[in-house]
């Protein structure tokens, strides 16, 4: 069952370039296919990555039942405290800003971002279609933010006090222009966001941390999970 708002879609997004105005702002992520109106049940769902090793799985193929269900409308909570700066932006999510660090950051405290309002209605049938391809897993919503154009961001962190699979599924209209960064065993990787669709999973733990940022020319939608494989 989807309810009303989720199948009133596609019509290109932004709906706002100004994301540092007021409270009840909306922003629409466009499916640039058709948006499947039912939620394909039954058999798993399996991703095919693009990238894949140990700690770090990534593919811009990401399932219609779920594209679909982020596609539309998303409100966001009022923050006036949202003032992009690209500037800004680029060096909190540069190498030598993480060089700098001197112990663990659990949680990135400097960060340009929106939060939006998830309705109940509509986190549970994406919750159910990620339990296909996770299943037998708890799986809880981590973050879902909207990232402003000309400096949105979230600087270093490792979340080391949550180890868990986490999984970020993000939209950007254009692509190229805002990127997922992360250091692991002291090598710098910068994932590009191509357009439309990207789901990255990457695995956290405490041990070894993987050091992780966000930086955002383009308005980037970006969806959050926590899945706890605990159930087999
Ligand atoms: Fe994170």
Redesign the pocket.
């Known amino acids: 069952m989807i309810s009303a708002d989720i199948i009133k879609m596609n019509s290109g997004w932004p709906l706002t370039n100004n994301l540092s105005q007021d409270a009840a702002m909306t922003t629409r992520a466009a499916n640039p296919r058709e948006p499947e109106h039912e939620i394909v049940t039954g058999g798993a769902n399996v991703l095919e990555w693009e990238t894949s090793d140990e700690r770090m799985k990534i593919t811009s193929k990401v399932p219609d039942s779920i594209s679909s269900l982020l596609t539309g409308d998303w409100k966001c909570e009022p923050d006036d405290s949202v003032k992009p700066d690209i500037e800004e932006a680029a060096s909190h999510c540069s190498p030598s800003a993480l060089e700098k660090a001197e112990k663990d950051i659990e949680k990135a405290p400097d960060k340009c971002l929106r939060r939006l309002m998830v309705p109940r209605t509509r986190l549970v049938p994406i919750i159910m279609q990620l339990a296909e391809i996770y299943p037998k897993s708890s799986i809880q919503m981590s973050g879902f933010f909207l990232y402003p154009e000309n400096g949105g961001y ?1 600087g270093w ?1 490792t ?1 080391s006090d949550s180890p868990c699979t ?1 999984v970020y599924i993000t939209h950007v209209k254009e692509g190229e222009k805002s990127f997922f960064r992360y250091r692991l065993d002291g090598e710098y990787v910068t994932s590009w966001d191509k357009a439309g669709w990207n789901l990255r999973q990457f695995e956290v733990t405490k041990e070894n941390p993987m050091w ?1 940022c966000v930086y955002a020319e383009e308005p980037r939608l970006s969806v959050g999970f926590r899945i706890n494989r605990n159930l087999l």
């Open positions: 979230m962190h979340n986490r992780h």
